[in-house]
């Protein structure tokens, strides 16, 4: 791949929302996908210091390693970043933010083991949460809080408190309050927690408050 403009990359990675695709073949196809464009970054990685004389050729070779990073995630979402704190909205690339994220709600174990990059989750959703929320945008963050609320805590989730607090709305809130209503216990207590904290915005989301919120309810906090 050369290098791009943003919305050219986005184009190169059509193939990848096939990985939060509910046809099991789409989605197969669509790791099968990544895995090879996975193996072309650890070639071009292999290269970068081969031969008798790597210093002629480091800076092509390094220009093929960053273009095939681009290929895949995580490295498709920072190779070229060009937006800044509060900007994501507005990036050609958010498309395959909200993607990965999606990836990681859906199928936490492809993503695992494909892709997996707590930092790369947490610093998405962190801009998410700091930016201006189009109605398309507000939907997606909508849509991933629920998603998060309704399976057993991982790495970074969090953060999707800072992305609950931005949207904030009839649509979440209803969301929520089906989650705490259903018979999945990851739901009932992530979702109760999150319309808690939104009932009290002055309240930090950190450890110490979720393991007090259970002590006050009767419970053991997970880890």
């Known amino acids: 791949m050369s290098t791009d403009?943003?919305?050219t990359?986005?184009?190169?990675?059509a193939w990848a929302f096939g990985l939060v695709s509910p046809d099991p073949a789409e989605r197969a196809a669509a790791l099968d996908h990544h895995a090879r464009a996975r193996r072309e970054v650890e070639a071009a990685h292999e290269r970068l210091h081969?031969?008798?004389f790597p210093k002629l050729w480091f800076r092509a070779r390094m220009r093929a390693?960053?273009?095939a990073c681009g290929g895949c995630f995580p490295g498709a979402l920072w190779s070229g970043r060009d937006y800044a704190y509060g900007e994501i909205s507005t990036w050609p690339r958010l498309p395959l933010a909200l993607l990965f994220l999606e990836w990681e709600a859906r199928y936490p174990q492809d993503w695992t083991e494909h892709a997996k990059a707590w930092g790369a989750k947490q610093t998405l959703i962190r801009d998410l949460a700091?930016?201006?929320?189009s109605p398309y945008l507000r939907a997606k963050l909508v849509e991933l809080v629920d998603l998060a609320v309704r399976r057993t805590y991982r790495c970074k989730?969090?953060?999707y408190v800072r992305v609950a607090r931005a949207v904030d709305g009839d649509e979440l809130r209803d969301r929520l309050h089906r989650a705490q209503c259903s018979e999945n216990p990851a739901a009932q207590l992530h979702a109760g927690y999150v319309l808690w904290l939104l009932d009290r915005p002055e309240i930090p989301n950190t450890r110490h408050?979720?393991?007090t919120w259970h002590t006050d309810l009767g419970l053991v906090a997970p880890a």
């Not at 990359?9 to 990675?13: H, P």
């Not at 700091?130 to 929320?133: K, N």
């Open 5 to 7: 403009d943003g919305h």
């Open 209 to 211: 408050v979720w393991r």
């Open 130 to 133: 700091a930016t201006d929320h």
């Open 157 to 159: 989730d969090r953060e």
């Open 50 to 52: 081969q031969g008798r």
């Open 9 to 13: 990359r986005v184009e190169d990675l």
């Open 65 to 67: 390693y960053s273009n």
